[in-house]
């Protein structure tokens, strides 16, 4: 089975930093690399697929980055509205969760 | 716009038994793979099983296999998951959620419902 290891596990920062979630998979998934975002009491939504690209209506200062086994997801500039977990997922080998970043602003 | 909600969820003893419900709407049911994924209270996200656009083809994860049976009935609109020999550890939020393609290659959670919740325990 594929391991996903999300880092770090919780992310404290301030409006307007730039941040960085990393994502590590036990072996390479090439690009098939996704990112969810999750509010409490509220189901997971889509950010990111295939590593770098993003879905529609997500606003511009997330972006996805990396391929093979390291990839990463960055905040440019953190709003509020940003406090979430965010978990990656890989989709090469059936299907693996990283285990979540708490980002507390 | 996409609908997804599921029902079923509830507190059962272990060993028990319990069907959950996913009922469908906006969009053509028959043409998407599903999927089922859980969430432990205060923990991460769990992939239970999918089921191609017509049924033809299921997949569940290891935790699952010969306990949970995914099925759809294309007619209704339904997605379903029929848990067996139910343990403490299946405790959870079960989601129902959609691909945006066809077979159960499609592994990308494109829409999510709001989850029905299972309590396992004596």
């Known amino acids: 089975d594929i391991q996903m290891t999300q880092s770090p596990s919780t992310l404290s920062a301030s409006v307007g930093d730039r941040v960085t979630i990393t994502c590590r998979a036990s072996q390479s998934i090439s690009n098939w690399l996704a990112w969810y975002q999750q509010k409490p009491g509220k189901a997971p939504k889509l950010l990111i697929q295939k590593a770098s690209s993003s879905e529609s209506g997500v606003p511009s200062r997330f972006s996805g980055s990396g391929s093979g086994t390291e990839f990463s997801l960055t905040i440019s500039s953190l709003q509020p509205d940003d406090s979430a977990t965010y978990y990656c997922q890989q989709y090469s080998t059936l299907v693996t969760f990283g285990q979540g970043t708490k980002v507390e602003i | 716009q996409v609908q997804l909600v599921e029902s079923g969820g509830g507190v059962v003893q272990p060993g028990r038994s319990l069907t959950l419900s996913c009922a469908a709407s906006?969009?053509?049911?028959?043409?998407?793979?599903m999927h089922w994924v859980r969430q432990a209270p205060v923990k991460g996200l769990e992939w239970v099983s999918v089921?191609?656009?017509?049924?033809?083809?299921?997949y569940h994860a290891d935790s699952v296999k010969g306990r949970f049976t995914i099925s759809r009935d294309n007619s209704k609109n339904t997605l379903h998951l029929q848990m067996n020999s139910l343990r403490p550890e299946d405790t959870a939020l079960y989601y129902c959620v959609k691909t945006d393609c066809t077979s159960i290659g499609c592994r990308l959670f494109v829409h999510w419902g709001q989850g029905t919740l299972v309590t396992v325990s004596s």
């Open positions: 089921i191609s656009y017509d049924g033809s083809d299921t």
């Open positions: 906006g969009f053509t049911f028959s043409s998407y793979a």
